[in-house]
């Protein structure tokens, strides 16, 4: 049982996932995994997972009585995925809605399963940028008739997707997080954003940027109110089985 529970937390857990952590006094503190597993040798509970660690808490006395008897066995790890609508109530994350960048399950889409597994989120949604909403108003940037807005190289760090308007007049960083985004990502987003005024930014274009990814938090939901340059989506995908 031991070794289940080690192996749960060490390598079954993903970067992104929650973990629930009773305190004893009937309240459960509410991490997120931001690191890989690691072994501190000779240091007390050696295998570790950095977390850190929200303002939210929950309350046992406020979880359904299904909740409780799935967070209840002292001294075991359980999985309470199929609870993520009752904790995400509790916890408040719908309170601040966001808007959804949704790519449809259509026969032009390349590979949805492989977006759904989230490996190669970036790859997919350059590949399908005409069917996201932000098509709509900007492409991928170029020079000289050649893409290169992906993985654009700046002095600040890699942009995982550089956009620009169709009139030209707004450049757009684009940010990718295969997870659940904390509130480091904006400051991340803000620097990219420095540099493109500074340095790339014609005299008539503003900069702005988006953050895209599967979950978001409250902390940043809160930073993101202080930012209206930057925007957040969480993406979602659709597909269909035919039977042949």
């Not at 192996?7 to 991490?31: E, H, N």
């Not at 620097?191 to 500074?198: S, V």
Request: net charge negative; hydrophobic share 40%; with cysteine.
């Amino acid at each position: 049982m031991s070794c289940g529970a080690l192996w749960t937390v060490s390598k079954g857990a993903q970067k992104g996932d929650l973990v629930l952590c009773p305190d004893g006094a009937g309240t459960y503190r509410i991490g997120e995994f931001l690191g890989e597993y690691y072994y501190a040798e000779g240091e007390t509970l050696p295998h570790r997972r950095k977390v850190q660690w929200l303002d939210a808490t929950i309350e046992r006395a406020a979880m359904s009585e299904a909740l409780r008897n799935s967070t209840g066995s002292i001294g075991t790890v359980c999985n309470i995925s199929n609870y993520r609508e009752e904790i995400e109530g509790l916890l408040g994350a719908d309170a601040i809605p966001h808007p959804t960048l949704s790519v449809s399950g259509d026969s032009e889409i390349e590979d949805p399963i492989a977006f759904a597994l989230e490996k190669h989120l970036e790859d997919f949604l350059v590949t399908n940028w005409g069917q996201t909403v932000l098509s709509s108003e900007f492409s991928i940037y170029e020079e000289d008739g050649e893409s290169i807005g992906q993985q654009y190289q700046t002095d600040a760090g890699i942009i995982d997707i550089l956009a620009v308007s169709k009139d030209r007049k707004r450049l757009l960083v684009i940010e990718l997080k295969r997870g659940r985004a904390s509130d480091v990502v904006v400051g991340q987003v803000l620097r990219y954003m420095g540099y493109l005024k500074d340095q790339i930014a014609e005299d008539d274009q503003t900069v702005e940027g988006v953050i895209i990814a599967l979950e978001d938090d409250r902390k940043l939901r809160w930073a993101l109110m202080s930012v209206p340059s930057i925007s957040f989506y969480r993406y979602e995908v659709s597909f269909n089985l035919v039977k042949i």
